[in-house]
């Protein structure tokens, strides 16, 4: 069996599908994509089928070596989707060659459900209490929310303590029985970090995402030193080098690897390996497409460590559409109830594209970016 054709894809909301076909007939389905610069993986993932081109889709683990060990400079958001999104097809390929689900291939099920969460509240979060009853009621157990708007690098006491007030707006419309992640989303900075971990602790977080950058990750020493509240980081950090420092430090408490980022599932599933040694969890990052959250569950449901799962359906990005299951032949694959969705039990990723849907999709495209925000002085502000 050999690579025969690679297609690419750019379809609504911000996604970027990717379709590796070998010549026995064999589909198999990626999603390469860093959000906002889908053209730019796009480019990296065709300059890449000219080795791929022809060659064996079952030798994952050298396919991926060449890729990323072949070129001179390695790594970063580009590079280690375009891996990311090609990886995942092979596994997709290899489970459908051999009639089983991917996490069969990877030592097999350890659970038969996981936990899944759901947004809450929005870029700018507002109306908080309203929006975790209303998730609630519809049967999930968790939820996330960011912590604040763009803050600047010593902001006022009064944005904190609107941050904490939503935080308690949320718990006393849903109690305790409900985990709430709060995410910092890289938008504050060390010293506003403290302070508002200082006051949403009482709250008691699921936990902290991103308080910090990861070019500040050295940061998270100090701040771990802060709070009880469980650290978790990692989707903005590629291969299982970036994440050795983290752990090795003892700062982190969850890691969150994305599938469509820091270098498919294999990838995920020795970071995730590596956490275990350190009694750190697992949480992958998914604010993306159908492709990368059943590459996830195949993650979640072989990786001990694994705990909880993102997934997009009602995220803010995606307003007036169901987009993560506009794709698939059969939406019910991904029926949460109770807070989780059983194993995928299916060939390969476990789901099936509607392809003639991605096509038509595709005439229409996106030219989605993130937006620039700015402090009120007019400096630009981390969204």
């Known amino acids: ?43 990296a993932v065709e300059e890449m089928s000219d080795y791929l081109l022809g060659k064996d889709p079952a030798r994952i683990e050298d396919i991926w070596q060449v890729l990323y060990r072949g070129g001179f400079y390695r790594g970063g958001p580009v590079l280690s989707s375009a891996i990311s999104g090609i990886d995942q097809a092979l596994w997709d390929i290899k489970g459908k060659h051999l009639g089983v689900p991917v996490h069969e291939l990877l030592g097999g099920a350890v659970r038969e459900k996981v936990r899944v969460y759901s947004w809450i509240g929005g870029d700018k979060p507002e109306n908080i209490a309203e929006a975790a009853k209303e998730r609630v009621a519809a049967g999930y157990t968790a939820l996330k929310m960011n912590a604040t708007e763009e803050m600047e690098w010593i902001d006022s006491a009064a944005k904190v303590q609107r941050a904490a007030e939503r935080l308690a707006a949320a718990r006393e419309a849903v109690g305790y029985d409900v985990g709430i992640g709060i995410d910092f989303h890289g938008r504050v900075h060390r010293a506003m970090a403290k302070a508002l971990m200082k006051e949403l602790e009482p709250l008691k977080p699921l936990f902290i995402e991103e308080p910090v950058l990861p070019e500040n990750n050295d ?8 709070t009880t509240i469980p650290i978790a980081t990692g989707e903005r950090m590629f291969t299982r080098w970036a994440f050795k420092e983290v752990l090795k430090n003892g700062v982190v408490d969850i890691v969150q690897p994305d599938l469509s980022h820091t270098g498919g599932i294999w990838e995920a599933r020795k970071i995730a390996a590596m956490a275990e040694a350190f009694d750190v969890a697992v949480a992958p990052h998914c604010p993306l497409g159908p492709i990368t959250l059943a590459s996830s569950l195949q993650l979640d449901f072989c990786t001990p460590n694994a705990f909880i799962q993102e997934q997009s359906l009602e995220i803010h990005y995606h307003q007036g559409s169901t987009a993560l299951l506009d794709y698939l032949v059969d939406p019910a694959v991904f029926r949460y109830q109770d807070g989780f969705v059983d194993r995928l039990t299916g060939p390969g990723l476990g789901i099936e594209i509607d392809e003639a849907k991605v096509r038509a999709a595709a005439q229409i495209g996106h030219q989605w970016h993130n937006p620039v925000w700015r402090n009120v002085d007019g400096s630009v502000a981390e969204w």
């Open 1 to 43: 069996m050999k690579i025969d054709r690679m297609e690419l894809f750019q379809v609504p909301p911000r996604w970027l599908f990717l379709k590796i076909t070998t010549d026995s007939g064999i589909v198999g389905w990626g999603e390469p994509v860093v959000e906002g610069r889908a053209a730019t993986v796009q480019t």
């Open 219 to 226: 940061a998270l020493v100090e701040l771990a030193r802060h």
